[in-house]
């Protein structure tokens, strides 16, 4: 992964008339790994199928689970085939559900997700730019009033020919504010552009009878600190481990307190609004807070980690 991706060394924050402010992930991230690895999508999903097929999984895709359920000592789950909408039931001695934010295992099984979600959607392009920027850290622009913009570079699968003007990711709470930036100039049109919404929410539980959750199935948090691919990653390396050592019943009192940390932590960065002026960058330290909290994993991913996968 290091080999492919990019290490991302901190956060700029720049307001008009002011001096910029850093924040460098160096000597405030004590781990082997400090900083945020930007890695693109298609070769995070292609590392993990490779590794999941040499440990002898087998990937199965066209598959939707439309219900599961607990039935006596095993879980019943029902399939459809994408192909030809055939059914198909399976029995297995349990399951980890990480089938995302909509969880269609947490609505079968009546799990609550308690926790709230911001009105407005926030906007999201990536696109190519002309632009000054160091290619290794994020950028925060603060606008007036509470209006800020977020740049960071979009790492390219290396399998794709480098592109002529690098892509970054632009993110922010209000809609083309892009064009109030004056040294930052679109090189072409966006390749990817979406709205999505901030939610800070946690399942009420992680185990139902043999039915375990994981991911974004069992949590969501907004994407500041990089944080949400990797604690899925953190539940199912915790997942395996206690399956091989048969103790999964731990599994709940081990990951719902971690995740449950970081979801209460990143929405108390996000609700605090560190971004008010780069006078107020330190408060970052919040975000920093969040990148090293019960990690076991630094690289993040940057490209692409929020385009869902389709299963049909
Ligand atoms: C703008 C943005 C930026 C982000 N940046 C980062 C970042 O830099 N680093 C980071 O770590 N995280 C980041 N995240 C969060 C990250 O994208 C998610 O936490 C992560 O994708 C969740 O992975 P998951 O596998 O649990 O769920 P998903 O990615 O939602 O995957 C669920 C999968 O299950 C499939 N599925 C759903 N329902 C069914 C069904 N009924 N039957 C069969 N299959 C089904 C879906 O098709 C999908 O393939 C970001 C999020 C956003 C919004």
Known sequence: MLALGL????????????????LLFKGQ???KYPFILGLSQATTERLLA????????????????IGCRNEAKTVLTELRHCSDNSRETVFASWILAADGAHSTARKTLNVDFPGSSFEKPWHLADLPLSTPFEEDLGHVLFLDGNRF?????VIDDITEPPKQNPIWRV???QENTLEEIADVEP??????????????????????????????????????????????LEDANIFSRLVTSRQMRRYEDLRKTVDKG???????????????????????????ELARANSAVAPAISENCYRPGSFC
């Open 50 to 65: 490779v590794a999941f097929e040499n440990a002898g999984g087998k990937i199965e895709r066209g598959v939707e689970l």
């Open 187 to 232: 090189a072409g049109a966006p390749i990817w552009k979406s709205a999505f919404h901030i939610s800070h929410r946690i399942n009420r539980q992680f185990q139902v009878g043999n039915v375990f959750f994981a991911g974004d199935a069992a949590h969501i948090h907004s994407p500041i600190g990089a944080r949400g691919m990797n604690l899925g």
């Open 29 to 31: 991230v004590h781990h």
């Open 149 to 153: 913009i977020f740049f960071i570079r």
């Open 262 to 288: 970081v979801v209460k932590k990143n929405r108390t960065v996000v609700a605090n609004r560190p971004w008010r002026n780069s006078n107020e960058a330190p408060h970052m330290l919040g975000a920093i």
């Open 7 to 22: 290490p991302f060394r901190g956060v700029r924050f720049s307001q008009r008339g002011k001096p910029a402010r850093e």
């Open 171 to 173: 993110i922010s709470p």
